[in-house]
Each structure stands twice: as C-alpha cells, then as structure tokens.
C-alpha cells in the first residue's frame, strides 16, 4: 500500500483510533495475541509447565524460599529497605512472581511466530507494571511514609500536579519549565550564522574557536525526527563547541519542521534538499573539495545512504563518515521493530493521510513504553504520589521541543528500511538507481550506546558486516542521547573500541564484547583525534564570501 493523501473513511476511522491508541494498531496487537493463544491452547504440555510454575511459585511465597536476585532489590521499584518488611514485602514477591510466570507463559511456545512472541510477551510484561505494588499509595512504603510525614500534603500536590500536566495535555503546551531552558538564551548559544535555506533546512556555521584550522570542514546532518540542538545544548555539553574548540569549521543542518504542505516530501528530498544541497553550499560546488560528513540517529542513516549514492557515482568529497548511533541494518532494530510490521505502517499511513504528517507525540508513546518503568511509572511515583516534580535540565527541554515528519518520506522510510531492509540488501534507490554500503571507501568512524532502546548497540554494530573500508567501532555507556552527549569530565564514562582494516575477518559483536577491554572516560577525544589524523595540517581560518541570512539558532528551530 502506498501513501493515500485523500480522506477515505477507513483513514478518518483509523486517524479517530489512532488518538486512542497512541498510534498503535489495534489488529497488529489482536493477530499476535490470536497466534499466540491458539498456540497455547492446542499445547497440553505447555499448560501442564506452566500449571507446574505456579504451583512452584506458590510454594515459594507460602514458604518464604530462598528469594532470586531479582527479589533482592535489583528491581529498581522496589530499592526502598521498607519493601523488605511485611505486608509490602508479600506486595512485591507475589507480583514478582507473577511476572516470572507470564515471561514463561508467553515465551518458547513452539509454533509461534517470534515476532509475535515477543510483541506478546511485552504487551503482558506493560499489563504487570501498571498493577505494580509501587504504583500505588495504599501498598507503596515510600508513598505511605510521605504521606504520614507531610500529613498528606504531598497527595494534594500530586493531585495540583496531575491537573497541571492534564491541562497541558489537553492543550498540547510545552512541558512545563521549559521556559527556562529557551533556545538562543540558554541552549543552542554556540556564535554561529545561518549561510543557507531552502524549503526543508538551514545550514549553520560554527567558526572555528582556535588560532589555526583544519582544512576539511565538518557537516552534521541530525535526524529530522528531532531538533538539531540536541548536539549544542549547554556550552558545556555541546558537541558542536567542542569541535570548534578543537579546530574545525563546523556546518549542521536544522531541519523544517514539517507541516501539512510538506505532505508529499520524499526521501529523494531529504538527500537532495538536505545532504546534497548542504555539500554543494559548503565545498561551493567544487568536486574537489573534501569535508567530514557525521550523522546522529536517522541522520546517520540518511548521510549513509546520500554516501553510498556518492561513492557509486565516484563522488569521494567525503573524507571520513561519522556514524552517531545509527542504524544501516534493520534486521534487528530491538523493541521499537515491535511496532513496525504492515499492519502497523498502514494504520500510521491512514492517520497521515487525514493531516499530511505524523506529529511526533503519535509516536513518542511507543517509545516511552521500551522504557515504561523509567519514563512513565517512576514519574507517575515522583510527580503524583510523593508530590515532586523532575527538575528540568538541558536534555529534558530538548526533548519536550517535538517535531513532526512528512507523511510520504515517512512512510517510505517505515516501509523500505524498517519493513524490507532494502538499505543493507542493496535495494535502496537513489535517482531511481540502487545504492550499497560496499561502495563506500572514505574510512568510517561508528558510536553506539550500552543501553540504547532506539538503536540498540547490536543493530548498529551490523555496519561492520555490511562495508568493505576502514572502520573504527566505539561502544560508550549510556542511553540514545546521553551516551552520545559524553564531554570530557563527564563522571562514570567508559567505552570500548575495535578496529577494522579493509580485508579484515569479521568478528560478531558477541564474540567482540566478550574479550572487549574498557577504556575510562569519554570517546569525545578518540574520535577528534581520529578526525585530526584524517584531515589536512592546520591551516589559517579560511574568509568566506557567504552571506548572513541570520544569526544560530535560525528561524527553523523553532518551528
């Protein structure tokens, strides 16, 4: 099915779903319970297991065995030493238990579908934690204390909280407290000028903060899922500064956030409106010119495919290629891949049908719910129960600043890299020709985070299979974005790192990680040093004849 940009009654039925759900498929959920419950029911054995299992768990709590770790505390929601002490303590094993039973229940049953296994399995692990014991005030130490201790002031404060993020809400406001985080005041300040704009982005240039420069110039091209800040949030988390600070003339992309008359934007449009048109304006159209390319997330993946088309066109202006946890191969994207199936693209094609986009809160829910316990039962605790509220900081405002995405390019981007992976089989077409990541030569260098749920570490680490050049792996701690925001100074960063010569066997990231040795601190500094190795002597900071159109941050930054 291809984009339909007409209101039939099944987009406007699905659009009015679709605001229910969250943007989720209710048959995409509904045929992986059905394969699962048939499977289960024509499965004696199994239900003779799994009736064995809860007579083993039940004997278990009556008799107070031996507890697993997870039952001592490696379950974050259940840190409190209160929850030790009865009842709370009978509260949390008997959930506990309850979980271990239903990851049995809808794990390793024979005939099932593996996708819909594991869409099962997570449907019924999002089912447990909304019936949490820590959920609630009643069986909750934590909240229980508070609340004799404060005389139940911080329920009312919940209660003025919960008002105040419904109103919000409904009326689709920023977060509160972003005010004081303000883009061009507080974040996004690093000196720069807008040198170029088209219908679909700004390119900025950041000058140089040091006596002498590089010669090649350094182009970011974020996602256009997200505002281009996140990589110059605070002066003293901001990669684009650090880069300055280094020596390099740095240009990045600030992506339009797209409305309904960019319904019919294409992924051709976002190569040739983006990549291409910021290359062109930097090297000023000279095919001799060298730059270094870095892409961020789907930024990534699009800078991979406008540099495969390139290196099959004999295009070698690229004198390296940055990957910032970003995926070329989908074949196992992690969680996220449970929402991407035909049913689920369809339904999402319907509800951008009835708007020309997919607003970015459609989607942020899937994406709260890989990490439900972080980012929606703790702060249910905190704001509600207990009666706080989660300071703001630079990454949270950043955050809460959503953008949308065109309904054609979206659709084509569901469709041939998450759902046929055409990218990393070599039937991604750009100017209606095939491009191959094989094709690339410029060396590669590639960051991927330990406990990223948008690109998981796995996923991305398949670009070592599928180019043939130089590539430099790094693995750092952290998530999707904090991992990546690692500045030098940063506490508790470490990372790993392997090397791979063209011709090199390939090792699976398994049997890598298994020997891997840690290296402390930030991977900041590696990766400069490997753009320095790469790059020219230092020269002179070069004059530009290009014209101001505005000052950094721009204007599409806060569309």
Known sequence: MTHN?????????????????????????????????????????????????????????????????????????????RWNTLPFAAYRDTFLAQQRWWNAATTHLAGVDPKHERIVNFIARQMLDMAAPSNFAITN??????????????????????????????????????????????????????????????????????????????????????????????????????????????????????????????????????VRAAIKKITRGDKDARLHAVGYCLGGTLLSIAAAAMARDGDDRFATLSLLASQVDFSEPGEIGLFINESQVAFLEDIMATQGYLDADQMAGAFRLLRSNDLIWSRVIRHYLLGERTQMNDLMAWNADSTRMPAKMHSEYLRHLFLHNDLAKGMFQVDDAPVALSDIRAPIFCVATTKDHIAPWRSVYRLMLLTDTDVTFVLTNGGHNGGILSEPGHEGRHYFRIHKTEGDAYRSAGAWIETAKAHDGSWWPVWTRWLAEKSGAPVAPRRTNVPHIAAAPGHYVFG
């Not at 779903?17 to 048959?27: A, D, E, K, M």
């Not at 934590?142 to 993020?165: K, M, P």
């Not at 740095?250 to 409305?259: C, E, L, T, Y």
Request: charged share 25%; net charge negative.
């Open 5 to 81: 940009d007409t209101r039939t009654p099944d987009a406007l039925l699905h659009s009015a779903i679709g605001r229910v759900t969250g943007g989720l498929s209710p048959t995409a959920l509904a045929t992986a319970y059905l394969d699962w419950a048939m499977h289960l029911a024509g499965s004696p054995t199994k239900q003779g297991d799994l009736l064995a299992k809860a007579q083993t768990e039940a004997l278990r709590l009556m008799t107070g065995g031996k507890r697993s770790e997870e039952r001592n505390g490696r379950d974050s929601r259940f840190s409190d030493p």
């Open 141 to 274: 130490p934590t909240v229980l204390s508070r609340t004799w201790d404060e005389h139940g002031e911080n329920l009312l404060r919940g209660a003025q909280n919960w008002i105040q993020d419904f109103n919000q809400l409904i009326g689709q406001r920023r977060r509160p407290h972003c005010e004081d985080f303000c883009v061009g005041r507080d974040i996004a300040v690093t000196p720069g000028e807008v040198v170029f704009r088209n219908r679909l982005i700004e390119l900025i240039r950041y000058t140089p903060r040091s006596d002498t420069v590089r010669p090649e110039p350094i182009l970011i091209v974020p996602a256009w899922i997200m505002k281009y800040y996140v990589l110059d949030l605070s002066p003293e988390n901001s990669l684009v500064r650090y880069l300055c600070e280094q020596g390099f003339e740095v240009f990045i992309i600030s992506w339009k956030n797209p409305d309904a008359d960019d319904a019919d934007l294409t992924m051709q449009d976002y190569v040739d409106l983006g």
